[in-house]
């Protein structure tokens, strides 16, 4: 081709390229600035660790100056220290801190997000979800499906502390988030029940993990899966860990977040190590090599998007030789 027929041929594909632009399309033999694939997953969110303590400190100052029947919740958010991001956890969960007093209500409402709460210092508090009241203890997980109305009260003597952990991020993703108020402010209770698909105390949890096997490669680990039911975006396990130098180290393509429910130990989190204690939390993004010690024994409550990635067939593992 001559130098004036390419002139000539590349002054017609600008041409294209300006009314492909002008149709509100993007060619796609252009050179993208932001790339559309890449070659492995490559998450936004990084290793991130919250500490129970100070947080609690800080929701303890909250609770003197934040008025429960004005406030829809006295939360702290764990904030993922990715840009542009306010509350979520990893890229498809949000972790918050809850906190009430003796004697308070949380308004009941609800919203299309999944939630579930993950009790760490709690006695004498309770969820009415769907009219259904269950007790929520030191050591249960409680769930609350999406679409279910839901509030929490506190008939105890001591302040009581939580981890809420929703799918909001994968809500807003997904577009389908919705949230409404209770005409009154407390749905009332029809019954009052102990045992529930919605609520795994802790005795049972603990009866569950007493009967699992220390497992894993380096038999650090017994784990336990618990069924969300009706909340299919979410993974719920517990791991008991036992005094060892290091879990096998894995990564996969879910992202998770994991609470301390006992003990103390440490995590290697991609090129972080997190030095963790009872209550704290730690966020494990998608596709970061991870490892954890425990220093005494402990349990560890870990929410994922699990379940997400394996209905899209997006699921991948791997363990480090
Ligand atoms: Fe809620």
């Not at 019954?191 to 894993?216: M, Q």
Request: aromatic content about 8%.
């Amino acid at each position: 081709m001559t130098t004036t027929a390419a002139a000539a041929t590349a002054a017609k594909l600008l041409a294209v390229e300006a009314h492909a632009v002008a149709l509100e399309t993007t060619p796609g033999w252009v050179t993208r600035e932001q790339p559309i694939f890449w070659s492995e997953p490559r998450p936004e969110a990084r290793p991130a660790h919250w500490r129970y303590a100070a947080i609690r400190a800080a929701l303890e100052q909250a609770a003197g100056l934040v008025d429960l029947s004005l406030a829809e919740r006295r939360i702290l958010a764990l904030r993922n220290p990715f840009p542009g991001n306010n509350f979520a956890t990893t890229r498809t969960l949000s972790c918050a801190y809850q906190y009430m007093l003796p004697g308070e209500t949380a308004s009941t409402h609800r919203h299309a997000s999944h939630a579930l709460r993950i009790l760490l210092d709690a006695r004498g508090t309770y969820s009415v979800v769907d009219r259904i009241r269950m007790p929520m203890e030191t050591g249960d997980i409680v769930l609350t499906p999406g679409g279910c109305w839901h509030g929490h009260g506190h008939e105890g003597d001591r302040p009581a502390c939580w981890m809420d952990v929703l799918d909001i991020p994968l809500t807003h993703l997904l577009e389908p988030m919705y949230f409404e108020t209770y005409p009154d402010r407390a749905q009332p209770a029809e019954r009052t029940v102990d045992a529930s698909p919605w609520r795994f105390a802790a005795a049972d949890i603990g009866r569950r993990l007493d009967d699992a096997e220390f497992t894993s490669p380096r038999g650090c680990v017994a784990r336990v899966e618990l069924s969300a039911s009706g909340m299919p975006t979410m993974g719920i396990a517990v791991e008991r860990l036992r005094p060892c130098a290091a879990t096998d180290r894995r990564r996969s393509t879910a992202s998770r977040c994991v609470t301390v429910t006992a003990g103390a130990g440490r995590s290697r989190i991609g090129t972080e190590l997190f030095e963790w204690r009872f209550g704290d939390t730690f966020a494990i993004p998608s596709w970061v090599w991870y490892e954890h010690a425990a220093q005494e024994h402990s349990q560890l409550v870990e929410i994922s998007d699990e379940p997400v990635m394996r209905m899209c067939n997006y699921y991948r593992e791997e363990i480090a030789a």
